[in-house]
Every structure is written in C-alpha cells, then in structure tokens.
C-alpha cells in the first residue's frame, strides 16, 4: 500500500528557517516524481515543484523558484520541503504529492499545516 | 501559459446530478488529461477523475468525465447526489514544462 507521511504541524516566526518531511513507503521511491502542493488559508490548490528521487532533477513552479527547496534523502524514502527564511505570508497547508505517469498526482500525503506569526 | 477556470460554486439537492465545468483558457482542452480532485475539510485530496473520465478504484460509478472541444472545458458530473459527496473540486491539467496547474476550486454544497 502506497503511504506518505507528512512531518506534524508547525508553528514558526517570521524569519525562522523549517524543512517539512514526507515518508513514502510501498513502492520503489527513486522512480516516480515526488513534489509539494500548497493551501493558503481559504484559497486553493497551488503546484509548488517536483523531484525525481532517481537523480535529484528538481522543477520548480516560477511562483515557488527561488522561494523553496526541495530535496530527497533516497536512504530513507524521504522527500522535504525547506525554507530559509519564512514569511507570514507562507502560512499553508502544504501536501506531498506523488506523481504519476500522465503528469498527476497519484497519492497524496496527510498535509502540513505550517503557521508563520509574530 | 494557460489558466483553468472553475465557477466558484454549486449546490444541488440529495438524489440529483450536478455538473462542474473547467475551462481551459488557452490551447486545446485535448491537448492534455484533466484529473479532478475531492478536497473535504481536514482530509488530504482524492483523485475522483483522471485521464479526463478515468475513475480509480474505489470511486463510485457517480463520478464521471468528459471534455468537450467546442467549449474547451472538462467536466466533473456527480449523480445521485450523496451529503457525502459535500467538498471542493479541483481540475487538474499540466503545461508544455509538464508543470501541473489547478483550477481554482468549486464548493460543492448539498442540500
């Protein structure tokens, strides 16, 4: 069975650094595009970037370049989300998101509720 | 690059059949699959639709898909109403960079 678990909530200052995880087990990890979907507050869904676990190929969306990391420690079939410097404004839901063959999301983890306040 | 549009909104009554359009703004609505995604609050997404009117296992036979070319939109048709069936809905499609880009969501509201 295809799982992914997300790291817990949590709660950060402006300015602060975080990296987020996601656990994936049930299928062969280093073969199939991992990335991150946010959820702002009462807003929609937002495609974020991806990671091929295989070889570290990361995309990015022009929205989140620059803004984000992504990254993967194939030892542990973990992929992560990381900022350097969060902002107010990156207070989200964020999901790891399992892609498929036809560029969709094929499972889905939990969600992380990250919450950015003074 | 293109957007997907969704109306914001629909409500319908237990036992009927509610339609939700996603309109692609630019390029051929066939020019790439559409998946639809059920988002209930405090749960994680499920997949309702892919490849424009798959339906994964476990999704009741309600649920389908279509797209249509005249109108460049797909669509998400739900019948027989269930309140359980109460969530928001995205439609999901990828560009030319294979990035995935969203719809902005409808809440479907029943009752």
């Known amino acids: 069975e295809v799982q992914l678990v997300q790291s817990g909530a949590e709660v950060k200052k402006p300015g602060e650094s975080l990296k987020i995880s996601c656990k994936a087990s049930?299928?062969?990890?280093?073969?199939?595009?991992i990335g991150w979907v946010r959820q702002m507050p009462g807003k929609g869904l937002e495609w974020m970037g991806i990671?091929?676990?295989?070889?570290?190929?990361?995309r990015y969306s022009p929205s989140f370049q620059g803004q984000v990391t992504i990254s993967v420690d194939k030892s542990i079939n973990t992929a992560y989300l990381q900022w350097n410097s969060l902002k107010a404004s990156d207070t989200a839901i964020y999901y790891c998101a399992r892609h498929d063959q036809g560029w969709r999301v094929g499972y889905w983890g939990q969600g992380t509720l990250v919450t950015v306040s003074s | 690059n293109f957007m997907l549009t969704q109306p914001h909104s629909v409500s319908e009554s237990p036992g009927k059949t509610v339609t939700v359009s996603c309109t692609r703004s630019s390029g051929s609505i066939a020019n790439n699959f559409v998946q639809w995604y059920q988002l209930r609050p405090g749960s994680a997404p499920t997949t309702v639709i892919f490849e424009d009117n798959k339906r994964p296992s476990g999704v009741p036979d309600r649920f389908s898909g279509s797209i249509d070319s005249s109108s460049n939109s797909a669509s998400l048709t739900i019948s027989g109403l269930k309140t359980e069936d109460e969530a928001d809905y995205y439609c999901q499609s990828y560009d030319a960079n294979n990035h995935l880009l969203f719809g902005g969501g409808t809440k479907l509201t029943v009752l």
């Open positions: 049930g299928y062969s990890f280093t073969t199939y595009w």
């Open positions: 990671i091929y676990p295989g070889d570290s190929d990361t």
